[in-house]
DNA sequence: TTTATTTACGGAAACGGTTGCGAAGAAAAT
DNA sequence: ATTTTCTTCGCAACCGTTTCCGTAAATAAA
């Protein structure tokens, strides 16, 4: 344990530890050269402040939350590390939550927060049903929330999100253009607005091109996910093009275009929101919606640090779009096989 | 902020703010029907108890930290689930830190450890040149640490890692039993043991098979290390087979020999340490040494609450070793292109 | 009935910083 | 010389919980 607090740096000094204290904090009250006998024996005595005693006193803990679905991801991996990032420039400290795509889950770690062991919280929504009372209740308890990526649209709080209606629309236009008949389109969540929100832009493009297609409701089961994918591609009416709300489901399909046979993207062209970095190495190369996790991650950062620092005002249509790309590979081309 | 505390339910029950603590902690001194008015009270008021001022008391966080190098990345992303799923069972919370591969970082962050933050330190080590004494000074404040994966040989703390020679020497001989003829081994450190072993094992497989075979280090600019392999690539007497320490530089060769024109196997056979899950998916499918990464979070993470718990005694000699798993796809096969 | 032992609870001192207020001494103003 | 104003620092309360210790009442033992 470290033991080295300001009751023996003040003795050591013959100062009071209120003097100690506010000659660490740089007062303007404390003179120049205590406070440098002060500095010298704290860096000496490798003085480092309980951040328990800190927090306890000034109701900040210096601390957010970053709860998410899961990290195993490069799009969760790449917010957290702009998260990080920001948090540790600023004096912060990250603490992680990792949901698993479970509510239940998501309610216990959001009551565990209303303790105040956070300053604030960035939060990526868990997939399934939402009822958002827990939210509710850590606002209530004056804890700052940004949301990004899968956000909440019934919480007033600070969103920070890519341009979802859009990016399904182009996604679809693109198989369209591709030459594809009969489209499919593989959800995770009918509760997410960011899934509803892509689920409108496809279906807005099936309408404006005159296509066919229909809708996979995955769910967090991987092998279930990959039975439906695979009664999918197996039926006489295949599609003839995929669209893939997250990555994980497009590698499903690849998966089960290798047992069933078929070509990508001669049989069936396939697109995804990604951001895998080997994206461009598959066997096709993938073509992306990718998003700018990172910044997205450090914008959502951004914004909760501006907040705690009551330099924001927030507003129920409170949002920031970051664009997703779209990066054309062969998955949907022409049908080169190289 | 959460102002329901002690005093106040205390007051509410004519009680004395002892007795209502030790209710809630379901001590022996209180009768059970003063604890039943008091838990149901606090259940109805909703009470949390401050983490801070609990902290402060007990000296003891329930939190703990993991240091990282970085988390876009599939083995640590799956080492952080291992590590928050023991955790949250346990009742703890888990900061994290990334080093971004640098070591002063890495000296800023075990500094900042040092205050008392956390009961203990999940980490492992970045690929720079190692100085361990902010590593020491940590274990001189008697926060216990344990390491996964890049371990410190210098310091006496429980490591938790995969038989990395016996993985170098099977990765080389896999090549060589493919046919190749002049190795080349591309490694991120010189410094860290496990890059150290792998080597090791690379040389002997080298020597007992009698094939010639380079090093090439890499590092952390991922940009350098790509020139680094297109001039390895591109010389007259290039390697026939590579083997790549980490996925990131596997990914290199791939993007390399595709702007050489080189074909994979053909040309190039390229095995890797990797966790990717769509090593299986690339062009051509890239055969890995997979480690356990889930597995060795979860352990790293048992080992430290065993030692938070007093219940584990560490040696000099406390290692754990979970094997990796040589997983052979079409990266080091015969040659059919598919 | 008196004395020893439980049982059940309250008082108060921690834990280690932070901060409002007051006060002593020095400097400045009158 | 006296009063006022700074400058610099100390005292003590405070944050919310835990825990040592003490004590009154209830029960058991003598």
Redesign the pocket.
């Known amino acids: 344990?470290?033991?080295?607090?300001?009751?023996?740096?003040?003795r050591e000094?013959?100062?009071?530890?209120?003097?100690?204290?506010?000659?660490?904090?740089d007062?303007?009250?404390?003179?120049?050269?205590?406070?440098q006998r002060v500095f010298a024996l704290a860096k000496k005595m490798n003085?480092?402040?309980?951040p328990?005693?800190?927090s306890?006193?000034?109701?900040r803990s210096r601390t957010i939350a970053v709860v998410i679905p899961e990290v195993a991801n490069n799009f969760f991996a790449l917010a957290i590390k702009g998260i990080e990032t920001v948090a540790r420039t600023k004096g912060y400290h990250v603490l992680i939550y990792l949901t698993n795509e479970d509510v239940a889950e998501e309610v216990a770690i959001a009551s565990s927060l209303q303790?105040g062991r956070v300053d604030g919280v960035v939060l990526s929504l868990c997939g399934s049903a939402q009822d958002t009372r827990h939210l509710v209740e850590l606002q209530q308890r004056n804890i700052p929330m940004v949301f990004f990526d899968r956000v909440s649209e019934g919480i007033t709080a600070p969103k920070v999100m890519t341009n979802d209606y859009e990016s399904g629309f182009v996604a679809t236009e693109h198989l369209v253009k591709a030459g594809c008949r009969r489209l499919a389109h593989l959800t995770i969540s009918m509760s997410l607005s960011i899934s509803l929100k892509r689920q409108q832009g496809y279906m807005d493009a099936l309408r404006r091109y005159d296509r066919d297609g229909g809708i996979v409701h995955c769910g967090s089961d991987d092998d279930a996910n990959y039975r439906m994918i695979r009664t999918l591609l197996s039926g006489e009416d295949r599609p003839d093009g995929v669209f893939a709300s997250v990555e994980k489901l497009a590698v499903q399909v690849y998966h089960v275009c290798r047992e069933l046979g078929l070509r990508i993207p001669e049989d069936v062209k396939v697109i995804s929101f990604s951001n895998l970095v080997t994206a461009s190495l598959l066997n096709p190369s993938l073509t992306t919606i990718a998003q700018p996790a990172f910044d997205m991650g450090k914008e959502a950062a951004t914004i909760l640090f501006r907040r705690l620092e009551k330099k924001y005002i927030v507003t129920p249509e409170d949002r920031v779009m970051l664009p997703a790309k779209l990066e054309v590979r062969e998955s949907t081309g022409a049908g080169s096989s190289r």
């Open positions: 344990m470290n033991s080295v607090n300001l009751k023996q740096l003040a000094l013959n100062l009071s530890v209120s003097t100690v204290s506010r000659a660490l904090r007062s303007w009250e404390i003179s120049t050269p205590t406070k003085f480092q402040p309980n328990y005693a800190s306890l006193r000034k109701h303790s």
